[in-house]
C-alpha cells in the first residue's frame, strides 16, 4: 500500500478518478493561473480531446477550476476554498516527491471501487 500523507490520499479519493484527472490537475496547477482548453490540454498531455474535456469537466464539478466561455470553453486552476487549494497542494508537492505512490492511490483505489461497484444494486431509474 502506497505510504502518502492522509490529507493527499483522502484528496485523491474524493475528487480524482482517473490517472488522467491527476495528469490534467498537475499541468493546470504548474500552469500558473494559464487558460486551459479541451484542445491544449489534450495536445499538452498526449491525451485525446475527449478524455480531456472528461477531466477538465469533473475537476470544474469538484470546485477546483474555474471556467470561462468564450470562443472555446477555459479551464484554470482556482479552488473555491482555501482548504481545496492547500490539499491540491499537497498532491502536487507530493506526486514530485514520489510520482508512483500518488499514482498508486488511483490504481489501488479504482480496483476497489469497481469491485464494490459490481454489487451495488441499481435502480431502473441508475442510469
Known sequence: ?????????????????????????????????????????????????AIAARSLDHLARQNLFDI????????????????????????LTEYRRNPLDVVRLLTDSRGVRDFADAFRIKRHDDR
Not at 18 to 28: E, G, K, N, P, R
Not at 68 to 84: E, H, M
Open 1 to 49: 500500500m502506497p505510504t502518502v500523507p492522509a490529507r493527499v490520499a483522502e484528496f485523491t479519493a474524493r475528487h480524482l478518478r482517473t490517472i488522467d484527472d491527476l495528469q490534467v490537475l498537475i499541468a493546470c496547477m504548474e500552469g500558473e493561473g494559464r487558460w486551459w482548453g479541451m484542445d491544449s490540454t489534450a495536445r499538452h498531455l498526449g491525451i485525446t480531446r
Open 68 to 91: 470561462r466561455v468564450s470562443n472555446d470553453i477555459g479551464y484554470r486552476f482556482a479552488p473555491g476554498t482555501r482548504q481545496l487549494k492547500e490539499d491540491a497542494l499537497a498532491v
